[in-house]
């Protein structure tokens, strides 16, 4: 997966795994779950299919209920163990002539009591009482009865999440028109009515509700990344980061100020150095930049992506400004004679570090100009060599009908009197990839075909 999606956690699903962000749901939504569900589901699936809806709808309902009375339970036990006593009003409550409700009397008639709220109708607890910490990690006992449980899994589970991600997908689209707004309104109008089907009425929440308006609010406001929140939950995240040690009385709010000013001024320099005539503060700052993989929904990840939008769009061809003159790898170098031998006249063109075949011939020096990343049709493919990371490097590239699947190593050219200006792409491996959709359940929600063209060899 791009490093630039940031990293999901290793034990996704189970209670020590945690809980995701906002950023890392949009990332599983997207990518990994649509990729990964539909073949967990078919591993696993049982083939008891008829009665797998009536088992998992009575076990949601059953769970809900045994939740719902527990939390009854806590209540009526707090309730009892408080002991009773009357308000007295203060002077100027008295002045006011107001009136006071005692703990023992009922709520007002105006009021809606809760009973599945714990909380509703309670006095506040004292914010520094601390909670026992729960155990997260899962136990052999957890791990026996999810064994004795038999698979809930149904054969319509991934399609109806399907559904959803590619709503999300269409939504979270920089341009979108009233053609994809339409599409996306179905999908998740499908998804919701699915889901009262497949897991009961009670898994639905306001959420889902709210869901259903996200295409108008795109038609009011634009594409989802002109007002979307992402930029203040990672902000939230990065407050509740800040070691504050139960700092009260107008010290908790300095120490938010102090880390947030200190996290402020490290950008600055950042952004400073990374617009600096130094070519090594650049560097620097670059590889600090690189340092962190979780910086999505930042302003620094907002302004990347400000800045390769600017870049890429409208461009058919483009290489980096960043470049560095460099020595051509051996192993690399003769590759790239055997090409120009095999294009060139004979006899024209020969090895550094052979004698010339004839007087003609001219020797390939062994320099080239070697670049981050190229644009390609809107496109950027970057070097894996320069940029330190496989992941963003993997290119799929169409051969006379047949995809192939590789890693860019480098991204150079050569432009030398005998041979003129050449620029090359080269791949660490290159496999065709034997992937067919037509039988899969991927094959209805293929908005676009899996085509990308090559970089070419001349320009």
Known sequence: MPAKLGRLPSLIGEPAGGSLTADQWLVFATVVAPIAIPQIWED???????????????????????????????????????????????????????????????????????????????????STRKRARRNKDTTADDEAADAATPSNLHPQDPTNFLKLCQAVRILISRRITEEDLQTADKLLREYCQELVKLYGPSVIRPNHHYACHTPDSVRDYGPLHEFWTFLFERLNKVLKSYKTSNHAGGELETSFFREFHRTVQESRLLAQSSNSQDEDLRLMAAAMYKASADDRGTVQALAQELDEAQETGGVTFKLSDRAEAAAIPTSLYFEVLRHFQERLAPGVIHSHIALPPSPQSQPLLCRATFFDHVIIDRNQFAASRRSGSAADSLVAVDVNGVLHVGELVDIFAINQLVTGLHRFGHMRWMVPS??????????????????????????
């Open 434 to 459: 034997q992937i067919s959709l037509s039988n899969t359940i991927w094959n209805s929600f293929i908005s676009s075909s899996l085509a990308a063209r090559p970089i070419s060899s001349t320009q």
């Open 44 to 126: 696993y699936m049982a083939n008891d299919h008829g009665f797998v809806l009536e088992r998992r709808i009575s076990a949601i309902a059953d769970a809900q209920a045994a939740k719902q009375a527990k939390a009854a339970e806590a209540a009526a036990a707090r309730r009892e163990a408080r002991p009773s006593r009357n308000r007295k009003p203060s002077a100027r409550a008295a002045a006011a002539a107001m009136d006071i409700d005692s703990d023992n009397e009922e709520l007002d008639a105006g009021a809606i009591e809760d009973k599945a709220d714990e909380e509703y109708g309670q006095p506040s607890r004292a």
